[in-house]
């Protein structure tokens, strides 16, 4: 299995707290992404890294920020968590961004 | 746009049946993958198939590209299948799900 981890596992926030959800990587895989999971919808793609300092906006970007700053670490963060950010967040990496896509534990967060 | 559809959404088998789960796909959709979610929601890359058959022990895998759809095929099912599927279509570098069959089987 590839080594991907999520931090934390699982959150409790209020609305308006700042949120930061961290991936890491040991695979040296050059496409990150995050996604979210809610019932009826699938996964959705908020935002994808395609290198150190590059990413790009996926199809719910709205109220979510992310960096790279090392090849290993993709951070996602809510500048200030609403109730409909509560979901199940997933981390993926691949080689080539047409590849197979291997996915991270998850990270339940849970906005109050 | 792109779209990535399943059917059925819903399946119930008794252990040991046969089953086969759909994904419909739109143009621009370059490769198909199929993904496994277990009752605990771990996500599994079952299949990377943009055309062509592939099988791994009792599942297998077809897409028809020019068609545009794919097949994934669950033989002897057992408990351990349940979960939801998740067929997915690459379109330049973003991955876009469809809805997912969820499966369950009992003994």
């Known amino acids: 299995d590839a080594g991907i981890t999520q931090s934390p596992r699982h959150k409790v926030t209020e609305t308006g707290t700042p949120v930061t959800l961290r991936c890491h990587q040991t695979?040296?895989?050059?496409?990150m992404y995050w996604y979210r999971q809610d019932p009826g919808h699938g996964l959705r793609l908020i935002h994808y890294s395609y290198g150190v300092k590059d990413t790009d906006k996926g199809e719910v970007s709205d109220g979510y920020s992310v960096s790279r700053s090392k090849t290993e670490d993709f951070l996602l963060t809510l500048e200030s968590a609403t109730s409909s950010q509560t979901s199940v967040y997933f981390c993926?990496?691949?080689?080539?961004?047409?590849?197979?896509?291997?996915f991270g534990p998850g990270t339940r967060l849970t906005v109050l | 746009g792109i779209q990535v559809e399943q059917s059925p959404p819903d399946l119930i088998l008794q252990e040991g049946a046969n089953s086969t789960l759909r994904c419909n796909f739109s143009?621009?959709?370059?490769?198909l993958q199929w993904f496994h979610q277990n009752p605990w929601g771990q996500l599994i890359n079952l299949f990377y198939?943009?055309?062509g058959t592939k099988q791994n022990g009792r599942l297998s895998a077809t897409t028809v590209a020019t068609e545009r759809y794919s097949l994934l095929y669950i033989s002897s099912s057992q408990t351990t299948d349940s979960g939801v599927y998740f067929c997915?279509?690459?379109?330049?570098?973003?991955?876009?799900f469809g809805t997912g069959t969820r499966l369950q089987v009992f003994p």
């Open positions: 695979e040296n895989h050059r496409y």
């Open positions: 997915a279509g690459v379109s330049t570098d973003k991955l876009i």
């Open positions: 143009d621009s959709v370059n490769n």
């Open positions: 198939i943009p055309s």
């Open positions: 993926a990496i691949s080689w080539t961004g047409l590849d197979t896509q291997y």
